[in-house]
T-cell receptor, first 110, second 114 residues
Framework: DSGVTQTPKHLITATGQRVTLRCSPR?????VYWYQQSLDQGLQFLIQ???????AKGNILERFSAQQFPDLHSELNLSSLELGDSALYFCASSVGQVLHFGSGTRLTVV | AQSVAQPEDQVNVAEGNPLTVKCTYS??????LFWYVQYPNRGLQFLLKYITGDNLVKGSYGFEAEFNKSQTSFHLKKPSALVSDSALYFCAVRDSGGNTPLVFGKGTRLSVIA
C-alpha cells in the first residue's frame, strides 16, 4: 500500500458528462501529481500541485482542471467527456524525488 | 525537453535466467532516473532510483540498474528471474535542474516463463 488513496476506483459515464476524481496524498507529502495512462499514449503527465499551488503543467486538455485543497487532497475535474478520455488516471504524491502512486481511477466513457 | 526510450515492448526470459530491461534517456542537464513496476490493476510501485553517486544502484526485490552517462542508459537487471517478476516495467527521468516533471517511457512487459 503506497498510502495514496484514489476514489472512485472505477467510473463509467456518458460522452459530454463531467466527472471528478479525488486523491488523498500520503501523510506529510505536499506535492500531488496527476497522470493519465492509456494504451496508445502510455503514461502522460497532466499537472502538479505543491501545497495548494499549481507547480507544473503537462499535456492537460482545457476541458480538464485540477486543484489542491488546504488539507492537501486534490481533485481532477474532467468535463465534456469524449470517448478518447477513457483511460486510467493516476495520482501520485511526493516529499522528495520519489513519486508514490495510488492505484488509479479507471474511467470509461461510453 | 526530456524523454525516455524503452526499445522493447516485450521481454521474455526463463525462470532462473538473468534479465535485462533496457532504457535510454535524454535530458539537457543531469538526470534523475527511476524504475517503476506495475502489476495488473495496480498503481506503479517504485523499484529504485539514481540521483548521484555510485553508478550501480540496488533496489527492491533483487533488482539493480546501472547508470551509464556516456551511453545515456539506465538498464534494469536481475541476476535470476522469478515468475512473480512478470509485470510492466517503466523507466522514468527528470532533469535535476528546475521543477521538471517525471517523464515515463512507454513501458516494457516482462514475461518470466517457468
Amino acid at each position: 500500500d503506497s498510502g495514496v488513496t484514489q476514489t472512485p476506483k472505477h467510473l463509467i459515464t456518458a460522452t459530454g458528462q463531467r466527472v471528478t476524481l479525488r486523491c488523498s496524498p500520503r501523510s506529510g507529502d505536499l506535492s500531488v501529481y496527476w497522470y493519465q495512462q492509456s494504451l496508445d499514449q502510455g503514461l502522460q503527465f497532466l499537472i502538479q500541485y505543491y501545497n495548494g499551488e499549481e507547480r507544473a503543467k503537462g499535456n492537460i486538455l482545457e476541458r480538464f482542471s485540477a486543484q489542491q485543497f488546504p488539507d492537501l487532497h486534490s481533485e481532477l475535474n474532467l468535463s465534456s467527456l469524449e470517448l478518447g478520455d477513457s483511460a486510467l488516471y493516476f495520482c501520485a504524491s511526493s516529499v522528495g524525488q520519489v513519486l508514490h502512486f495510488g492505484s488509479g481511477t479507471r474511467l470509461t466513457v461510453v | 525537453a526530456q524523454s525516455v526510450a524503452q526499445p522493447e515492448d516485450q521481454v521474455n526470459v526463463a525462470e532462473g535466467n538473468p534479465l535485462t530491461v533496457k532504457c535510454t534517456y535524454s535530458v539537457s542537464g543531469n538526470p534523475y532516473l527511476f524504475w517503476y513496476v506495475q502489476y495488473p490493476n495496480r498503481g506503479l510501485q517504485f523499484l529504485l532510483k539514481y540521483i548521484t553517486g555510485d553508478n550501480l544502484v540496488k533496489g527492491s526485490y533483487g533488482f539493480e540498474a546501472e547508470f551509464n552517462k556516456s551511453q545515456t542508459s539506465f538498464h534494469l537487471k536481475k541476476p535470476s528471474a522469478l515468475v512473480s517478476d512478470s509485470a510492466l516495467y517503466f523507466c522514468a527521468v527528470r532533469d535535476s535542474g528546475g521543477n521538471t516533471p517525471l517523464v515515463f517511457g512507454k513501458g516494457t512487459r516482462l514475461s518470466v516463463i517457468a
